[in-house]
């Protein structure tokens, strides 16, 4: 953490980047996603004394693998086990005091030498501010209507909810797609799923009729003035008017 004076005399500081060449050592490429900016910076804190009274200090990846920061993040309303954001503007989306957001999960700190330190249904995992505590439903039994589910992006998590769509872990994807599962921190207990189909890359086919390439996947295309074009839980939504109308999850 540097002082504001030699923060000033670098050239490159709070500069835009876009990986760890463009920023002069000891600045890092850092992607704030509270004000959704990549820039040069160091870390703002080293402990939670150097934050404000509703944030606390955590570790940060970086672009491109560079040097990790801490940075002041916010403390918020999400439980053990729900989903999270490590750099959010929300407190929705942020843990309560006490639980650390790694793997997209809120959870309590815990020792890898020691099983007990996490409650069950949970187990120990190594992180960026050490090992938490993370939610795991293989083996066990969910409530009636839910389904043990791994969620995009929750590497060995899993967690029970009720799923929307097609439960493609159940049922796999036919061949060449891809089962996405998604789970986020609004809706804890529910879960998207679909097979998806990869476009927009070289020697890949074309969509289906009915489909359109957007972000290298095919989307269903919709009408919005037509009356759930796209099912139970889903909707017709459109990111801005440069986008063409896709079916999305209703969260």
């Known amino acids: 953490m540097l002082s504001p004076g030699a923060r000033q005399s670098l050239m490159s500081y709070e500069r835009p980047c876009s990986g760890r060449e463009d920023c002069e050592p000891p600045l890092a490429c850092f992607f704030n996603a509270r004000s959704m900016w990549t820039y040069c910076t160091d870390s703002r804190c080293m402990t939670d004394e150097h934050c404000t009274e509703d944030m606390v200090c955590r570790t940060m990846e970086t672009v491109k693998g560079g040097p990790r920061l801490r940075q002041c993040t916010l403390v918020g309303v999400r439980k053990e086990g729900e989903p999270c954001l490590d750099m959010s503007d929300s407190r929705e989306a942020s843990c309560e005091r006490g639980l650390m957001c790694q793997n997209y999960r809120c959870g309590r700190p815990c020792r890898m030498d020691e099983p007990g330190s996490c409650p069950e249904g949970f187990f120990c ?70 097979c998806l189909i990869r476009c927009g890359e070289e020697h890949s086919p074309a969509c289906p009729e009915g489909f359109i390439c957007r972000m290298k996947y095919c989307r269903k295309s919709c009408d919005p003035a037509v009356p759930n074009d796209c099912g139970l839980h889903y909707k017709c939504h459109r990111y801005s008017e440069e986008y063409a109308w896709t079916c999305q999850p209703d969260m």
């Open 125 to 194: 995992r190594e992180g960026l501010d050490g090992p938490s505590c993370l939610p795991t439903c293989e083996g066990r039994a969910c409530p009636e209507g839910q389904h043990c589910i791994r969620p995009d992006l929750d590497e060995g998590v899993s967690v029970c909810a009720q799923v929307y769509g097609q439960n493609c872990q159940e049922t796999p994807c036919p061949d060449g797609q891809k089962c996405s599962m998604w789970n986020v921190y609004d809706h804890p207990r529910e879960a998207w799923g679909t």
